[in-house]
């Protein structure tokens, strides 16, 4: 595969993240509660990847029962809070801010790797960090103090779906030494559509199922903004390095952005979109560096 369809693949899977958003509003006005989206979004793709495994690969479902250690991070103390977070939060404030909160997800990594993989924290770490901090004040109208600030549920929701969605890199990477990649995300989804079906409350909203519309924003959810989102990110990896992959799929909050604006006609003020451009900054910043590090260990291994 070429870098520049690998890059297209990227980007196209970051754009489809970036319209979430959109989807997931019109099932709010549809009639559906969150954990009812959540429970959508989990239990669509779920199914999805289940078949495709199944009519593909059945070798991809074997673990170890004691591994489901694994996958109950992964699928529920990640997957199910960062959804219920990031929706409910689509909720209380808007798109764009809380498509940028989530984005506090590598900081909360940053901090969470040092903890159980013991990563330095470098001043470039630590100058990210403090970026993603000023631009998340900007964003939310802490800092400068203006009338377009959000609720403090609004905050501990944005937030806590960027914790929550940065456990999914912890958790992960202890799964991933013994799983391939495809069988730790079809666990992820297993795990996280059995936890939340029980509380889901879909039984009490079946007659919405028969709109059209509805049918089209959860297919919009569950496969175009998960299942193929994922599919193309995943492709796009193997030609790409990680660090530039991220930096590529940082197009998503922008687009949540464009999105909220032109769909919506949802607006922030100069200093929210400040903040906007400084979290999105701080990724960049981070990225970088894991790139430069990772050429010249290359360089190094060439040489000798």
Not at 150 to 176: D, V, W
Request: proline share 2%.
């Amino acid at each position: 595969m070429s870098k520049r369809l690998a890059y297209l693949y990227i980007a196209t899977a970051a754009f489809c993240w970036g319209i979430i958003g959109v989807f997931i509003s019109y099932l709010y006005e549809l009639g559906f509660n969150p954990t009812q989206v959540v429970a959508i979004r989990l239990i669509t793709a779920a199914i999805v990847l289940f078949l495709y495994v199944f009519f593909t690969n059945r070798e991809l479902f074997k673990i170890k029962f004691s591994d489901s250690k694994y996958f109950v991070g992964t699928g529920i103390l990640s997957l199910v809070f960062f959804n219920w977070c990031l929706f409910n939060a689509l909720q209380e404030t808007s798109i764009a801010i809380s498509t940028i909160l989530l984005y506090t997800a590598p900081a909360f990594v940053t901090i969470l790797s040092r903890i159980f993989f013991k990563e330095p924290i470098t001043s470039r770490k630590l100058s990210a960090l403090f970026i993603t901090l000023i631009g998340c004040a900007f964003v939310i109208g802490v800092f400068p103090s203006t009338t377009d600030s959000i609720s403090t549920y609004g905050l501990i929701l944005g937030l806590g779906a960027g914790f929550f969605y940065a456990l999914y890199s912890i958790f992960g990477k202890f799964a991933l030494r013994k799983y391939d990649s495809m069988t730790v995300t079809i666990f992820t989804f297993i795990f996280a559509a059995v936890a939340i079906a029980p509380f889901s409350g879909l039984g009490s909203v079946l007659p919405l199922f028969l709109n059209i519309k509805a049918i089209l924003c959860i297919i919009g959810l569950g496969i175009v903004s998960t299942v193929f989102a994922f599919t193309l990110y995943t492709k796009g990896l193997s030609a790409v390095e990680s660090s530039r992959a991220s930096i590529i799929a940082t197009i998503e909050p922008v687009v949540a952005v464009l999105s909220s604006f032109l769909i919506f006609n949802e607006r922030l003020g100069s200093w929210q979109y400040l903040g906007i451009l400084m979290v999105i900054a701080a990724v960049i910043i981070v990225q970088e560096r894991n790139e430069k590090v990772n050429l010249e260990q290359g360089q190094e291994l060439t040489h000798n």
